[in-house]
Structure formats: C-alpha cells, structure tokens
T-cell receptor, first 116, second 113 residues
Framework: GENVEQHPSTLSVQEGDSAVIKCTYS??????FPWYKQELGKRPQLIID?????GEKKDQRIAVTLNKTAKHFSLHITETQPEDSAVYFC???????????????FGTGTLLAVQP | SQTIHQWPATLVQPVGSPLSLECTVE??????LYWYRQAAGRGLQLLFY??????ISSEVPQNLSASRPQDRQFILSSKKLLLSDSGFYLC????????????FGSGTRLTVV
C-alpha cells in the first residue's frame, strides 16, 4: 500500500522567513496530495491541495509543488507569521485497489514554530 | 452545508473498560467515513473506513472495532481498553468518487488509565 514520508519532523524559523516541508510517496498511481494544518488540540484542516496533473499551485503565502517522476511534493510558506505555528501533515490519496475505496495516507507531521 | 459531529470531546477510561465513540455527518448522503488515531506527537493512522451501511474495512489489527449502523453514523468501539489505546481519535468524511480531501470532526481525546 501507499507509504508517505515527511521531513523534517520539526522546523523552527524566524518570522518573515520561508518554511519548506517535504514529502515522498511510494505509489506512483496516487493522484491527489492535500496538506493539512493542525493547531494544538484541534482538528486537522485542509489548507491546500494539488492533483497529479498539476505541477504547482499557489494560494497567497502558501504553495505546493509536485514532482511525479521523483514521487515527492513540498509545501512552501513564505513570509511566515507566528500564527503559522502548527503541525502540518501531507497526505497522498491512494487509488482503490481490489474494490476498496480510495484512502488518504498521511505523513508523520512537521511541527513548525515561527519565532517572533 | 455539511457538518460532522464527534463526541465526546474528552474521555478518561480505566484499563479493561468498554469504549464507544460516535460520529455523525449532516448535509450529505452516502459519505465515505473514516476513523483515524493520532498518538501523542505522532501522525494520523487510518484505523477503519466505511463506504456504506454495515461495510467496514480495517486497516490495522488492534483492540478496536467499528460499525456503521446508519448511513451517516460511524461508531468506534472496544470491549476492553488497553493503555496503548490512548490517543486523539478523529472521524472524517469524504465524498465517494470525488478527488478531494476529507473533513475531520473535532476529535476525542481518550486517556486510558
């Protein structure tokens, strides 16, 4: 099945700097890659996603890039602010096999700390 | 609009006691439903998913079970809790056949003592 690896596990940046989180996936048939932000004690919330037919997507200060050949995708946050501090999860949507439904397989998370 | 409800928010249970966590979705029909567990400082592990009433798929062998007695109701259960069952349990729903993310419930923080 799909396996998603995420790096780094923790990331500390100064306010205003950029932050980059990287993920790799194993199933070349995966076709959808969302990113979630989870604040302490709260539910994960979708912040941006990308489909396999797109190489890059941007939404204000956040962007995601996808390299299908290398099977990796990255989250880029520019001009970081203290409220960006949270745990970020990447995920890959593995297609249904053997009648099963598609599933989101998550990375292990990155704790981002933005220092004021 | 669609909403997902999950309860209770927190739970402290002794080892060996039973467990029942409930999740309901409103505003949609025949959703795909998922249970994830997040251990302290760890990632999101998929436990169960369901594509319809009575249809449950288990992702990992464990001390837990799931049931879907109604279209928009998903229940996570255990007959006897273990210490290792402690964690943050999240229910999520997705639209069948649509390439998109899941929406998560607010979660249940379970502490087994």
């Amino acid at each position: 099945g799909e396996n998603v690896e995420q790096h780094p596990s923790t990331l500390s940046v100064q306010e205003g700097d950029s932050a980059v989180i990287k993920c790799t996936y194993s199933d070349s048939a995966s076709n959808y890659f969302p990113w979630y932000k989870q604040e302490l004690g709260k539910r994960p919330q979708l912040i941006i996603d990308i489909r396999s037919n797109v190489g890059e997507k941007k939404d204000q200060r956040i962007a995601v890039t996808l390299n299908k050949t290398a099977k990796h995708f990255s989250l880029h946050i520019t001009e970081t602010q203290p409220e960006d501090s949270a745990v970020y999860f990447c995920a890959a949507r593995s297609p249904p096999y053997g009648g099963a439904t598609n599933k989101l397989i998550f990375g292990t998370g990155t704790l981002l700390a933005v220092q004021p | 609009s669609q909403t997902i409800h999950q309860w209770p928010a927190t739970l402290v249970q002794p080892v060996g006691s039973p467990l029942s966590l409930e999740c309901t979705v409103e505003g949609t029909s025949n959703p795909n439903l998922y249970w994830y567990r997040q251990a302290a400082g760890r990632g999101l592990q998929l436990l169960f998913y369901s594509v319809g009433i009575g249809q449950i798929s288990s992702e990992v062998p464990q001390n837990l079970s799931a049931s879907r007695p109604q279209d928009r109701q998903f229940i996570l259960s255990s007959k006897k809790l273990l210490l290792s069952d402690s964690g943050f349990y999240l229910c999520a729903w997705g639209v069948p056949g649509v390439v998109g993310g899941y929406t998560f419930g607010s979660g249940t923080r379970l502490t087994v003592v």
